[in-house]
């Protein structure tokens, strides 16, 4: 029988901050965990979080509370304990699901974890980026960092295949 991987599912939304990318998220460690894997869910802290009620462990990392700008908290990616965790854990694969500080955290741990990176494009960032930022110049800049954070790692776009079957 062949041993366990251990995947690391790293996201900047995680409960109790709900939205799809979150869902995916809940559901893949649930799934991952039933087939005999190990799931772990990397995440920005949150005050009101509670993981225990997940069957598989949540590394929550430093966040700052930007709830009133955007409505989410902004991980800090750069934290020697969650390395440490991720490290212990004999992570076999980092998938990352959302651009931002999930990415910048999965792109700074994944030599020293020894880990393949993937990143799936859950959503259009280009439009969640034109509604957050005014102003075209800037709008670029903002989307050129996205696409330079997404490197040269496999990326799966989930949007835009559900886009060409509708």
Known sequence: MPEPYSISLLNDSFPPLIDGVANTVVNYGRELTKLGDRAIVV????PDADDSRFPFPVAR????DTRRLFGYLAGYPFSPETLRQLKEQKVDLLHSHCPVMSTILARSIRDVVDAPLVFTYHTKFDVDVAKLIRG???QESALYLLAALQGEEKALEVGRSIQMKL
Do not use: F, M
């Open 43 to 46: 995440t920005p802290e949150h």
């Open 136 to 138: 075209r110049l800037l």
């Open 61 to 64: 990392y430093p966040s700052v």
